[in-house]
């Protein structure tokens, strides 16, 4: 495992203490693993929240083998327009009543749409994708297109 914060990486060895899992501190844009070392990489949120996709997209396809596979769930910018304004408008109440639901809080995951604004809408994520090496296996879209499970090979040649 690895993630930029600390905490969580320290909240991943607690819980999975005995199992053969290592977990490391650090930033997906400089990944401390070793060319082809993975069969499998998977991220929850984690592209819209790097500060340099493409970098991140660099690192994804340096560490994986050939024939390896990357899966993201992903929050999807829609184009400019009326979808993306209801799209950000349903995340803001969503995410302001599940925060209030689960930690007391409504403003919590307020920051989802807000991070959305620097994110590339669905089509331009996909020209990134390829563009930086990858084959786009499968794209499922859930909760009418708020968000997305891609998944991504990388080529045996």
């Known amino acids: 495992g690895l993630d930029l914060s600390e905490e969580m990486v320290s909240l991943a060895k607690a819980r999975l203490p005995d199992e053969p899992f290592l977990f490391h501190c650090g930033d997906i844009c400089q990944a401390p693993f070793e060319d082809g ?22 690192e994804i396809y340096r560490m994986l083998r050939p024939g390896g596979v990357a899966f993201f769930l992903e929050f999807v910018q829609p184009p ?21 639901l689960l930690h007391g809080r409504p403003s919590i995951y307020r920051y989802i749409p807000e991070s959305l604004s620097t994110f590339p809408d669905a089509d331009s994520l996909e020209t990134i994708i390829e563009k930086n090496g990858f084959d786009i296996r499968n794209r499922q879209s859930h909760f009418g297109g708020m968000l997305e499970r891609i998944e991504l090979g990388k080529s045996k040649s």
């Open 37 to 58: 070392f993975a069969d499998v990489i998977t991220g929850s949120y984690a592209l819209r929240n790097v500060p340099d996709l493409e970098k991140a997209l660099q």
């Open 80 to 100: 400019p327009g009326v979808r993306r304004f209801i799209h950000h408008f349903a995340l803001h109440f969503w995410g302001g009543m599940v925060g209030l």
